[in-house]
């Protein structure tokens, strides 16, 4: 698999229009350049990858001049990020793209990309971490066949920029027709998808309150023999690989274990907040593959995703009662799980059905393995720039990404939410 990835990554693009950076507002395809690259798509597989150098803006071949690209005719993609080829090699400025509309032909506006994402990622000193590259988050666009992409070195001192940088336009494929094929029947969903309902708080602590009077009955009630039982809350509908479609030809076979599961990370995908719940399944395929083709991972990182509806998705193979080792926390993704919220959560606040599904989530999961979610755990550190390699450290056993690495994932918004999760959680496990 790292061959095809290997040959995959590096296929010839040569229809760069790279100067001018910046077409006119309401720019639109007059004067079409040649065809488009070709897209990197393996027979039988849905979805495919464009892989397209960045080269300097200007006359200058510093290392630290400014890099792009404008594209404005490209096979339709959705999803874009920016590669490089050294995962070791930290992109110390910022990257913004804009994108065309496919059918409206409108340019977006300046949209930010994520550029600190080696802190997701497999541990160091693995064999994941050693064939991967270096690589910004990936920000969902929407359907698109033109776009436009800046790199500017830190303002004030100019670091060189990482070498073999390229920018990534993924194709998710034909959405399925139903792409929630649960592995359990759960209650209808509610038809409204807000971005931040009313007074999550009150829904989530209801809710947690809820689960605990049923799951909890009075202590006369309760026989002896039953006492001591484990604490494990209902198994939440989760959406299969299968159910969205996951290529598995795409992954590297097999899988990687660890012995247990005794922390949960939560993240956001920061790959935005402009996709539809009937879209989530899209944007998952689109970060498989991002994360697999385009930076050398052997799989998806998470372990699960949730989307804005609370939908709650496998992620990374390997089964979903198993300890499977994900690429999500550096340093510790050995005995944890990672759950990434679609969307970026930093300015926006996440939704109470997100939270409400973390909650679920974890409550079972945890309870596979004898967790509390209002618990404190140890984890031992495989180095990541926060926590050097052996250290032992602290964390609730629900945890943000930002506990263990320097970053602000998973946005403030959302980690203000896990306090409210954590509760919830213990709820639904009926603990008191």
């Not at 979805?47 to 803006?57: E, I, W």
């Not at 790959?271 to 879209?279: A, L, V």
């Not at 804005?308 to 300890?323: F, H, L, N, S």
């Amino acid at each position: 698999m790292r061959g095809y990835l290997a040959t995959s990554i590096g296929v010839a693009v040569s229809t760069a229009l790279v100067l001018p950076l910046s077409p006119p507002a309401g720019a639109t395809a007059a004067a079409l350049p040649p065809p488009p690259p070709p897209a990197v798509k393996a027979s039988g597989l849905p979805g495919s990858t464009q892989s397209l150098p960045l080269t300097p803006t200007t006359r200058s071949l510093a290392p630290s001049a400014e890099r792009g690209t404008l594209h404005r005719q490209v096979r339709p993609f959705s999803m874009a990020g920016v590669v490089w080829d050294d995962a070791r090699a930290e992109l110390h400025g910022a990257v913004q793209l804009r994108t065309r509309a496919i059918g409206t032909g409108v340019w977006s506006r300046w949209q930010d990309v994520e550029t600190h994402n080696h802190e997701h990622g497999a541990d160091l000193g693995t064999a994941e971490n050693a064939g991967a590259r270096g690589s910004t988050a990936p920000l969902w666009v929407g359907a698109s066949d033109g776009v436009e992409v800046r790199v500017r070195p830190e303002a004030g001192r100019p670091a060189a920029l990482p070498a073999g940088m390229r920018l990534e336009l993924v194709d998710p494929g034909e959405a399925p027709e139903e792409a929630d094929e649960p592995d359990e029947p759960e209650e209808p969903e509610e038809a409204e998808e807000p971005d931040e309902p009313e007074e999550p708080e009150h829904e989530i602590a209801a809710a947690a309150a809820a689960a605990r009077r049923a799951a909890v009955p009075a202590p006369d009630a309760l026989p002896a023999r039953q006492a001591a039982k484990p604490y494990i809350g209902p198994r939440p509908k989760i959406v299969s690989r299968k159910g969205w479609k996951a290529s598995e030809s795409l992954r590297e076979r097999g899988f990687v274990y660890s012995s247990t599961v005794k922390a949960a990370f939560v993240h956001h995908s920061a790959t935005g907040n402009g996709y539809t719940c009937k879209q989530s399944a899209s944007v998952l395929r689109s970060i498989y593959r991002y994360h697999v083709v385009s930076s050398g991972w052997r799989d998806i990182g998470y372990n699960f995703a949730v989307d804005k509806c609370g939908k709650i998705y496998e992620g990374r193979a390997g089964g979903v009662t198993r300890a499977v080792r994900g690429a999500h926390t550096l340093g510790f993704n050995t005995n944890s799980m990672g759950i990434a919220v679609l969307g970026s959560f930093s300015r926006t606040g996440p939704p109470a059905a997100a939270v409400t599904a973390v909650a679920r989530l974890t409550a079972w999961k945890l309870g596979l393995f004898k967790g509390n979610p209002k618990g404190k755990v140890t984890l031992t550190s495989g180095g990541s720039g926060k926590y050097a390699k052996g250290r032992k450290v602290r964390f609730n056993v629900i945890s943000g990404h930002r506990d263990g690495f320097y970053t602000d994932c998973p946005g403030a918004r959302l980690y203000s939410k896990l306090g409210l999760a954590r509760k919830a959680s213990a709820g639904y496990q009926g603990r008191a």
